[in-house]
């Protein structure tokens, strides 16, 4: 596979925009080297890939046919459809689904036994490059071709390879998580507010402060425990705040959300 690679986009939603410009500012592509289908009536985003320099194209075998690396960024319902159509021309291709609940055995059916497929997890901080994406590999698929997908995606964040098993809990924690946080930072907010903080400034300090902690999780590798610990003094406010989640139950709120998301994820995917 070349150095700059040759990728191409079977539909062309927000979350492919934020790849493909991840992908060209990380100088793995360049707009020239990377084209994309759409449905005719899909004008805003035809106009949003044509804008940083992409071909586009209203049938899907041409793109194909142009790239090396294809990311199937179609509605889970349609993808069938569309990798029908691009089996004639998918040999010795790498595909790369972002179809959520698509599993590796319903791709690699549908496509040529001589092309590869990978099955990708992004999440919507991708649109920042701030995304927490994993992969899994198909049967036919190299030690090389992993290679290049580990580079694709942590040009938009960072990337983990994992079992399939482990789609449907991932879903639920990092593809749903951003809705969980978006909840947590409008409470957060909303409380400022309540306590007499203007309402932008208690956004700004909302999000800043949970991209902060995470931050601090991540990069210090210790425990969310220890680091709490570290904010909370005895008889002090943070110690009331805690208590008063504790009493809440927020944890079991927040945990339960992952898991009846795993459940809704596995009766979709029809895993059990």
């Known amino acids: 596979m070349s150095n700059i690679l040759k990728i191409g986009f079977l539909g062309g939603g927000k979350m492919a925009q934020a790849m493909a410009k991840g992908?060209?500012?990380?100088?793995?592509?360049?707009?020239?080297?990377?084209?994309?289908?759409?449905?005719?009536?899909?004008?805003?985003?035809?106009?949003?890939f044509k804008s940083f320099g992409v071909e586009t194209f209203t049938e899907n075998v041409s793109v194909v046919k142009r790239s090396e690396v294809i990311f199937v960024s179609v509605k889970p319902s349609v993808v069938p459809t569309v990798l029908e159509n691009v089996r004639p021309v998918?040999?010795?291709?790498?595909?790369?689904?972002?179809?959520?609940?698509?599993?590796?055995?319903?791709?690699?059916?549908?496509?040529?036994?001589?092309?590869?497929?990978?099955?990708?997890?992004?999440?919507?901080?991708?649109?920042?490059?701030?995304?927490?994406?994993?992969?899994?590999?198909?049967?036919?698929?190299?030690?090389?071709?992993?290679?290049?997908?580990?580079?694709?995606?942590?040009?938009i964040g960072t990337c983990e390879?994992?079992?399939?098993?482990?789609?449907?809990p991932v879903t639920a924690l990092s593809g749903s998580g951003p809705a969980y946080i978006f909840v947590l930072i409008e409470?957060?907010?909303?409380?400022?507010?309540?306590?007499?903080?203007?309402?932008?400034?208690?956004?700004?300090?909302?999000?800043?402060?949970?991209?902060?902690?995470?931050?601090?999780?991540?990069?210090?590798?210790?425990?969310?425990?220890?680091?709490?610990?570290?904010?909370?003094?005895?008889?002090?406010?943070?110690?009331?705040?805690?208590?008063?989640?504790?009493q809440n139950a927020f944890r079991h709120a927040v945990a339960g959300a992952v898991e009846a998301a795993t459940l809704r994820c596995r009766e979709v995917s029809g895993n059990k």
């Open 161 to 168: 390879e994992v079992a399939e098993s482990m789609m449907d």
């Open 187 to 246: 409470a957060l907010a909303d409380g400022g507010v309540r306590m007499g903080l203007p309402r932008d400034l208690a956004y700004r300090l909302a999000s800043q402060t949970v991209l902060g902690a995470g931050q601090l999780v991540r990069d210090t590798g210790r425990h969310p425990g220890q680091l709490k610990d570290d904010v909370t003094s005895p008889a002090g406010s943070t110690a009331a705040g805690l208590a008063f989640l504790e």
């Open 23 to 48: 992908f060209i500012s990380a100088g793995l592509t360049k707009s020239e080297n990377m084209t994309a289908s759409f449905h005719p009536s899909d004008v805003p985003n035809i106009e949003a």
């Open 90 to 155: 998918s040999d010795e291709k790498l595909f790369l689904s972002i179809a959520m609940g698509v599993k590796l055995a319903d791709l690699e059916k549908s496509l040529s036994s001589k092309a590869r497929v990978i099955r990708v997890m992004p999440n919507t901080p991708a649109l920042v490059r701030s995304g927490a994406s994993v992969y899994v590999r198909g049967k036919a698929v190299t030690q090389d071709d992993c290679s290049v997908t580990q580079k694709l995606l942590e040009a």
